[in-house]
């Protein structure tokens, strides 16, 4: 009977999708979250106040784009269904938008602190002989490193990211409201930048905040 070869890569693909799922998930409940908190239950009232990734998935951005980019062999590209959000229901709508546009990066940093302690934890030596561990120390290795990710590229001022609300209530004019409201055109825009020069020094950015994760996690 022939061996069967197992796709190492499609397995770890495969594993990794909770961890994917689960860190869109968290982003998007901390808008909800923060909103709800600041006066405004639109999220809240259509479900979306959960850390169930269902409630999240976008067909397109939770599916067809992770599959997408294994394919082609680069990292794991997605997004979640972005959380409705009515400034009206804010009392202060400048400030309370920047701290409900700021929640979800901060919740992704926080998740990539949170699978780093897991990986050191789990990296012992007490515990790393085990395969399963080595396994699932691997994952929070990843997990960590995407969570880093999520937080520096949706701080990007560019639409439809957070960074580009966030931009405009810090400083509102006529330019940051039409960088904010330029809809499909900043999709164009954010596609030119991630194939441009520019997103090698953004790439370098986030390996340096990662390892600072290293370096205070003793693993330098």
């Known amino acids: 009977m022939p061996d069967i070869q197992i796709n190492e890569r499609l397995i770890n693909f495969i594993l990794f999708l909770p961890v994917f799922f689960i860190s869109l998930a968290f982003h998007e409940f901390s808008h909800a979250f923060s909103a ?33 980019s294994f394919a082609s062999s ?23 938008d920047a701290i409900v546009s700021f929640a979800g990066p901060l919740a992704n940093f926080i998740l990539a602190i949170l699978m780093f302690v897991v990986y050191v934890a789990l990296s012992s ?3 790393a002989e085990s ?20 937080f520096g590229f949706n701080l990007l001022p560019i639409p439809p990211l957070d960074g580009s609300h966030i931009l405009f209530d810090i400083f509102p004019n ?3 409201a039409r960088i904010a409201g330029s809809g499909l055109y900043g999709f164009f825009i954010l596609m030119i930048f991630i194939f441009s020069p520019l ?22």
């Open 131 to 150: 395969p399963v561990v080595q396994r699932l120390s691997g994952l929070m290795w990843m997990g960590s490193y995407f969570n880093v990710f999520l």
């Open 36 to 68: 709800s908190r600041l006066g405004d239950d639109t999220a809240k009232n259509q479900g979306r106040l959960s850390l169930n990734p269902l409630k999240h998935i976008d067909l397109v951005g939770s599916v067809l784009m992770p599959l997408i």
């Open 74 to 96: 680069s990292f794991i590209i997605g997004w979640a269904r972005p959380v409705p959000i009515n400034r009206n229901n804010f009392k202060n709508k400048l400030r309370d």
């Open 199 to 220: 997103w090698g020094y953004f790439i370098s950015a986030i390996n340096f905040i990662f390892k600072l994760f290293i370096f205070a996690g003793g693993k330098l």
């Open 174 to 176: 006529e330019l940051t």
């Open 125 to 127: 030596p007490s515990m």
